[in-house]
């Protein structure tokens, strides 16, 4: 009965800890292209379909996706991935950058029992320079798909909206528990 008892808490946690990432990253994917109605006619920063939402295939720890994602900041309070406000001074030629990627495991002491990798926050610091920030240990996988326009999803979106599937597989050191969302966007067209 203990051992049930400490799986369930080792779930509960992994499942906790996947929610917070998952909604960092669907937050991130909301965000992406956004256009401040003030700047829109500026020549201050264009920002193309491309560098708005780029998903990069493989690259990370166990053959793990990447995302990166830019955007305008708005005229209220905007936050990067880790908490931090947005202002011109987080910015680099006027866009805000979050990226999420997943990577080995630091701080393990030498043979220590590795349990997934660290999911990275990518932002810019007061300088405009990229910092990655660990979000969350014990994650095995992040998986990142654009869906086809056919996929139906339990949120009604607009034509020029675009969905994406984004999987998290945690390690929990005995299993390998997978949580998927659907975002939409709301700024690429």
Do not use: W
């Amino acid at each position: 009965m203990l051992v049930k008892q400490v799986q369930l808490e080792q779930f509960q946690l992994a499942s906790a800890e996947a929610d917070r990432g998952l909604e960092l990253i669907g937050r991130a994917i909301r965000m992406a292209g956004y256009r401040n109605v003030k700047t829109i006619d500026s020549k201050s920063s264009k920002i193309t379909k491309l560098e708005a939402l780029e998903i990069q295939k493989g690259i990370g720890l166990n053959q793990s996706d990447a995302l990166f994602i830019k955007h305008e900041i708005s005229n209220g309070i905007d936050f990067d991935c880790i908490g931090n406000a947005l202002g011109k001074e987080r910015t680099k030629n006027n866009l805000a950058h979050q990226g999420f990627l997943l990577e080995r495991q630091a701080g393990l002491t030498k043979g220590g029992r590795i349990h997934g990798g660290s999911l990275m926050c990518q932002s810019l610091d007061r300088e405009g320079r990229l910092q990655n920030t660990t979000l969350m240990n014990g994650v095995h996988s992040l998986m990142i798909k654009e869906l086809d326009p056919g996929v139906k999803s339990m949120t009604p979106t607009a034509n020029s909206q675009k969905l994406f599937k984004v999987s998290i597989q945690m390690d929990t050191g005995k299993s390998i528990s997978e949580f998927t969302r659907i975002y939409a966007s709301r700024n690429l067209h």
